[in-house]
């Protein structure tokens, strides 16, 4: 598909956006152009345009508005020592986005348009990379139902759009490790759910227990199982990883009620390499904090595109809290964090072939 680029009437001067770039935060900022591309059923997907980021037109009875049919990517690009820009396994992002599509009744994007669409806006918007230690230009790909009608049916119109956002640190700088709020009232998602789906309700879902976990002092939320309550699966928005003394590593496993990650499918792999046993294993809330007591468990580490791999150093709830090892980063964490961080940068070799040069 052949996509059209329309210029941009007023760009952000180049002072401005460096002033921006050189401490950007996360998900605040955002680069001056976006992509989009229209699908109608019967036609397909067309109309792909590369132009000014503006703001979206809606009819106030679209389907999205109504029926929350909608699904999004989060991915980032990484400026290189040698000036080039790269993905990190992006055909992974597409294949996951069309998977949300088939649970959300959605059609699919086709990979190497989904990926194109993401190429474009990075070549167009290669200025924005942040000067800041860490930085990254994070990618947010979405679609949503466009068609105007009230009743509960899929809809026939879409749009698909990619926006991009300069990025630091998700959590902020000093923090040697997060402090985790475990939710008791509040489930994430349920068996036969959208839990494996990334769309905007399951999200929304977490928002009330996540101001939970800030009001008591904590950074995220854990979330626990919806039919037993004991079995612990994500926390808001990353996976989690859980560093035995024995020389294994538990991750919860994909049962359809968490998010398969990127990031938790390369950190099984990465661990694994350095000699790890990884078993995709449930783990309770009550193993956790007997382990962490015991010294059984040595770390836990949570991980995402956002985050990328993050210590957790406390656990709270309304029974008390605990501490996992020294309540900093461990030796692991820290290391996994290097090596995955190195192979996305460019300064570790990529031996499985996951970045993609642009």
């Not at 680069?31 to 345009?49: L, Q």
């Not at 959605?106 to 990979?111: L, R």
């Not at 661990?271 to 449930?282: C, I, K, S, Y």
Request: proline share 6%; aromatic share 8%; with cysteine.
């Amino acid at each position: 598909m052949d996509f059209k680029t329309l210029p941009h009437p007023s760009p952000t001067p180049a002072a401005q956006r460096d002033a921006a770039l050189a401490d950007p935060g996360f998900g605040t900022l955002f680069s001056d152009h976006m992509v989009t591309i229209d699908y109608v059923e019967g036609k397909g997907w067309h109309n792909a345009v590369v132009g000014p980021r503006q703001n979206i037109s809606l009819d106030p009875a679209a389907s999205v508005l109504h029926y929350a049919q909608e699904i999004f990517e989060g991915m980032k690009a990484y400026k290189h020592a040698d000036g080039s820009a790269a993905l990190f396994r992006p055909e992974e992002n597409a294949r996951r986005f069309n998977a949300s599509a088939d649970r959300m009744a959605m059609p699919h994007v086709p990979e190497d348009l989904f990926i194109e669409a993401v190429r474009q806006l990075v070549a167009i918007d290669k200025d924005w990379f942040p000067s800041v230690e860490g930085g990254s230009l994070y990618l947010r790909p979405f679609m949503f139902a466009s068609e105007a009608f009230l009743g509960v049916r899929p809809a026939k119109e879409y749009k698909f759009i990619v926006i991009a956002s300069p990025a630091g640190n998700y959590f902020k700088s000093g923090v040697p490790a997060v402090k985790i709020w475990v939710a008791q009232d509040y489930v994430r998602a349920a068996p036969g759910g959208t839990g494996a789906a990334k769309t905007g309700g399951n999200y929304a879902a977490s928002l009330v227990p996540q101001a939970e976990a800030i009001a008591q002092g904590c950074d995220q939320v854990v979330f626990l199982d919806a039919v037993e309550r004991k079995w612990i699966e994500e926390l808001g928005g990353m996976n989690l990883f859980f560093v035995m003394e024995d020389g294994s590593v538990i991750t919860p496993p994909l049962t359809g009620t968490i998010l398969p990650g990127i990031t938790r499918n390369s950190l099984i792999q990465l661990l694994r390499e350095e000699g790890l046993t990884v078993r995709e294993e449930p783990y309770s809330i009550d193993q956790w904090r007997d382990d962490a007591k015991s010294g059984k468990l040595l770390e836990t580490m949570a991980c995402g595109t956002a985050a990328v791999v993050t210590p957790v150093g406390t656990v709270a709830g309304g029974d008390g809290e605990f501490t996992i090892g020294s309540g900093g980063p461990g030796q692991i964490t820290s290391k996994i964090r290097e090596k995955l961080v190195g192979i996305q940068r460019g300064t570790v070799d990529d031996t499985h072939g996951w970045v993609m040069k642009l």
